[in-house]
């Protein structure tokens, strides 16, 4: 499979085991994520090392988190899987999913890790196909929950969400421990709220 603009309107949707589409997929991913995409999670694994700053081996990490989802499938039990809308052999998007395996939840869930879409897509419904057609599978699959986020400043995305049905359900914040501490006066009234 290729990455290319998409012309033809016979969009398709797959998880995605081919490992011939590596290097699309990858290009995929990094022409297409601004700083603003940066969340909580990137932060927390290799992808971004403070708000708004993509690690420098940012490709790297993208095609090693790929090449384990590409070779991971529902009959083996995996946790992260690769899904694709495609346009004839064109990939158009993809979707990074992650299965909850440890199961401690009261419903089961996963996570919509990653969402992205060639810019000549964007507006044409095909995310919206993309995010319903991972739902469907998640549902026959006995997922009960999926879960995303987005970067605060991504409020393009937060506004695409929300129109699919996501709900926000916390905020997420980050104190920096590895520089100089910032004294606030703390109300006393409000000091104790968590």
Known sequence: MKNAQAHNPAISFSWCHDATAEDALCQLYLDN?????????????????????????????????????????????????????????????????????????????????????????????????LVEWVASELRSHGIARLFLECGAHNLTAQTFFQGRGFKQVSVVMLRELDVPEVTAAVDDKDGDRG
């Open 33 to 129: 994520v601004s700083a603003d995409y940066i969340s909580h999670s990137e932060l927390q694994g290799e992808r971004a090392d403070a708000p708004g700053n993509w690690r420098a081996d940012l490709p790297e990490v993208i095609r090693g988190e790929i090449r384990a989802a590409l070779s991971h499938d529902w009959a083996h039990g995996d946790s992260t899987l690769l899904a694709v809308a495609t346009s004839g052999e064109a990939i158009v998007g993809m979707a990074l999913v992650s299965i909850d395996t440890r199961q401690r939840a009261s419903k089961s869930f996963a996570a919509l890790d990653d969402l992205v879409l060639l810019p000549s897509v964007r507006g044409s419904g095909i995310g919206s196909q």
